[in-house]
DNA sequence: CTGAAAGCGCTTACAG
DNA sequence: CTGAAAGCGCTTACAG
């Protein structure tokens, strides 16, 4: 049996057609143990509401509660492919389990975001994208109870520490430096683009890992995604030394290769190129692109306990529980470099 | 001035700060034109409100008025790329601009759908996703208001009809018979995958054209994403009398343009292919990969209408509705052809 | 073991 | 032009 047309069952229905109060009604289906119900009761309540199809009125739950059982998680628009779409299912079942539903909200504009967050009330924000301090600061009067995940920035503008993404950066230089590879460039999309703080990101952990190795600091190429301009670009790169590139992603890396094609240059001869993110795609170039990558794990139990620790009052630093819950970055060896 | 830490502000802070009922409050932050308000109130309202930093607690609005203000986007997990995304941004702003938040859902269950729709409570859910008819029926006792977009499946296992991705199938088949093939072969991804559904809609959209143009029904390849394997399977495939095949995808396009690179082969003399979505990498293949795709465009205006006549009542065509905001499928020509 | 009643924060008919 | 009060559907201290 299911609601009559036009109007829902509430728990007062439940309360009338099991003849009990709905106090009763609401100790039973919340499973209280602190408040002994008979068998009997508890199994005719449970009966009726199952007969009548009771669904308990989630905004009613969440005004007398002050806050949905909803955990939102902010993930980056740029933040794409099935890595990412990977670690969300796993945060999800983390969070899952602890009996919250996640609502993932990609994060176009910080305006937009505050108005997701008004119209949830989560019981925690969580956040995979970069948020300015002052957004983050109108987060908890808007609805949101525990906020975790990435720390606030400075400003909208500020990019933030992706440490994670200097590890690319730094896989791909120590893979070209065993190779021998001394003078390296750094190959950026040219022109403004939604992917360009990764990139930057990457490129610095680069930079990081030559000095480190004491190799000279990387040629930085801005470079369009288009092979003839490429092509054009090339002769000149070679000839300033650079044995080797970095593609701030695999794309970028198809399109150089691309390019060489059209020169009649072989990789890694001509020059070496490696790429970024572990792309299907790069399996397809000829030559086959080496690529860094983070392979996925399944974080769902570091979620958890993040958002526990963060419930309970804990000081957490965001940082360090995301370098434990991400694996260090591999290089993927193929036949371009 | 913000909120005293730990306790939110209400509508009752701001009557009592203003000096004036809730009830006026209520009337002032709400423009309502039905209740007039004296300019002085008003004003003493705005200014006391903006200073408290009141936001109205959505819970309470959405008990109160039976729903949230809430649209829910439903979308598919494989539906990913920059098209859908821009698809679901002009979605988001002409629903955006009926004063409703959008939430947007990748659908990876039914169970987990139902649990979203109980806790938000949506106003509306504008389904880009099949779903079972079973579920749908749950989705208004569940809290949905209305429920607009693609129409049920009569059962969970059952395939939506996904007739704009048939157009895909069909303009590589037109494509391919205008250059003079006559035998094609339609590659599908071996074993299962969540694009299997689409793949086998642009499949059945090739059937149909070459049912149309009198060709003879494309024989079916289902092969793996690796260039050996595909190299071991191609010569046969030639054997047969296919000189030009579909892929499902781009992906599969590059795939097949490797393989015969690892053969010598070259594409269109010895197979022509043709692939589908213009994905960017189809560019830097050698030869370069020609598609079959279905450009974006701007359907926020669509979007509110089709929510305006929901909400008015009116029975309308879900298939017809998106045939009319979705332009037909265009080749892009390229050296692969 | 069970129930009547308060109250979460709003909106809105209704009365002045 | 403004306000007191009811009520949306729950949960929970409190009283029996």
Avoid at 158 to 181: C, M
Wanted: glycine share 6%; proline share 6%; charged share 20%.
């Amino acid at each position: 049996m299911a609601a009559r047309a036009g109007k829902r069952i509430t728990i007062s229905d439940v309360a009338r057609h099991s003849g009990v109060s709905i106090a009763t009604v609401s100790y039973v289906l919340n499973d209280r143990q602190d408040k002994s119900t008979s068998p009997a009761t508890r199994a005719r309540v449970l009966a009726s509401a199952a007969d009548l199809g009771y669904v308990p009125n989630a905004a009613a739950v969440a005004l007398r509660r002050g806050h949905s059982k909803v955990v939102l998680v902010v993930v980056d628009p740029t933040y794409t492919g099935e890595v990412s779409a990977r670690t969300i299912e796993y945060i999800t079942n983390g969070v899952t389990n602890l009996g919250y539903t996640v609502l993932v909200h990609s994060k176009t504009s910080e305006a937009q975001l505050c108005d997701v967050v008004r119209v949830v009330q989560p019981f925690a924000v969580f956040l995979l994208a970069f948020v300015s301090a002052d957004a983050h600061a109108r987060l908890k009067p808007l609805g949101a109870r525990h906020i975790l995940g990435l720390d606030p920035l400075p400003d909208t503008e500020a990019e933030g520490d992706r440490f994670w993404e200097q590890g690319i950066g730094a896989a791909q230089v120590r893979h070209l430096e065993e190779r021998g590879h001394r003078r390296i460039g750094y190959v950026l999309l040219e022109g403004p683009s939604p992917r360009l703080p990764v990139a930057r990101s990457r490129l610095a952990g680069a930079v990081a890992e030559c000095a480190r190795r004491g190799l000279e600091t990387p040629v930085v190429l801005n470079l369009p995604l288009r092979r003839d301009a490429i092509a054009r670009e090339l002769p000149a790169i070679r000839d300033s030394g650079v044995t080797a590139v970095c593609a701030h992603e695999d794309r970028m890396g198809l399109a150089i290769l691309a390019a060489m094609t059209d020169l009649g240059w072989s990789a890694p001869v001509d020059l070496a190129v490696i790429g970024a993110d572990n792309s299907p795609e790069s399996l397809f170039a000829t030559p086959q692109l080496s690529t860094a990558w983070i392979p996925d794990t399944d974080n769902a139990d570091h979620a958890a306990q993040w958002l526990d620790a963060v419930v309970a009052g804990e000081q957490v630093d965001a940082a360090a529980r995301l370098r434990s819950a991400l694996p260090p970055a591999q290089v993927t060896h193929r036949q371009s470099t």
